[in-house]
């Protein structure tokens, strides 16, 4: 068991359990797809997980696979080796060093996918940047047993709307949330599925909020009301505009003052 530390927060995490699904049909390389992953629903065999995490490869389809570390052009590396598992058989592995993890099948080369093994925080990177015309946006760090994904911003309300995607074996549903205070800052106002929560934890650390939020393996739709929200415009439109009112009532004042002296 590891032990985040960030402020006042003591937060201890146990390991995770990640699955991926082999599907029926994964035998055939015409196949969609070879594999499911249950975090986030992707089907291209690629997981990204924390240090010391474990991923099950469970197996549906009709035939026997394996799954082994390395590449099919260059062959195993020896780190992990599933041998010939049958149907209705599962493999799992625990990843205890940082780094990207090929694997494919032995049998069926054409079944390939990574594991990207990182030490702490998950990031979701470019949020609010579809709001400003300046292309400001923010990278928000978080710790969950699933997906943290599409965030949507709603400056009017003052709000970021999250979606929480995938299936977790993990018993702990809490989520460790840093949110910069020029996205948007609190105090806040968590709702979960349309129901205003009040059991979340929040202290503010120099510009970052950071907030711990009980959740469900249910929970679908996350928002977080504050008492600021990214501009609109960002921050170099709004400054531009700040200093051609300034100039234009400059102006204005000169104008005023030449006619008052020309008048006389």
């Not at 993890?101 to 702490?120: A, D, L, S």
């Not at 929480?164 to 018993?171: A, P, Q, R």
């Not at 928002?223 to 009532?249: H, N, Q, W």
């Amino acid at each position: 068991m590891s032990l985040f530390i960030v402020g006042s927060f003591s937060m201890a995490y146990a390991q995770d359990t990640f699955t991926i699904n082999i599907p029926t049909g994964a035998a055939d390389p015409n196949a969609p797809y070879f594999w499911q992953s249950e975090k986030d629903g992707r089907t291209n065999g690629i997981i990204e997980i924390n240090n010391d995490d474990t991923v099950v490869w469970e197996n549906a389809d009709t035939a026997a696979h394996t799954v082994t570390s390395g590449t099919p052009e260059k062959g195993p590396d020896n780190i992990f080796d599933s041998g010939l598992f049958p149907p209705g058989s599962s493999f799992s592995f625990q990843f205890r060093q940082t780094g990207n993890f090929p694997y494919f099948c032995i049998v069926h080369p054409w079944m390939t996918g990574e594991v990207i093994v990182t030490e702490g925080l998950s990031v979701l990177p470019d949020v609010g940047k579809n709001v400003t015309n300046d292309s400001v946006s923010f990278d928000v760090e978080y710790k969950f047993s699933r997906l943290l994904s599409n965030p949507q911003i709603n400056v009017d309300q003052k709000s970021i709307t999250f979606e929480l995607i995938g299936n977790s074996k993990h018993s702990d549903h809490n989520l460790f949330l840093k949110l910069p205070s020029t996205l948007l800052d609190g105090p806040y106002v968590v709702w979960v599925d349309g129901k205003k929560i009040t059991d979340f934890e929040h202290e503010k650390e120099n510009e970052m909020n950071i907030l711990l939020i009980p959740l469900t393996e249910k929970s679908k739709i996350l928002t977080i009301v504050g008492t600021f929200v990214i501009p609109e415009f960002g921050t170099t439109v709004m400054m531009i505009l700040t200093a051609a009112i300034i100039s234009l009532i400059i102006i204005s004042a000169k104008s005023r003052f030449t006619n008052r002296v020309f008048s006389k």
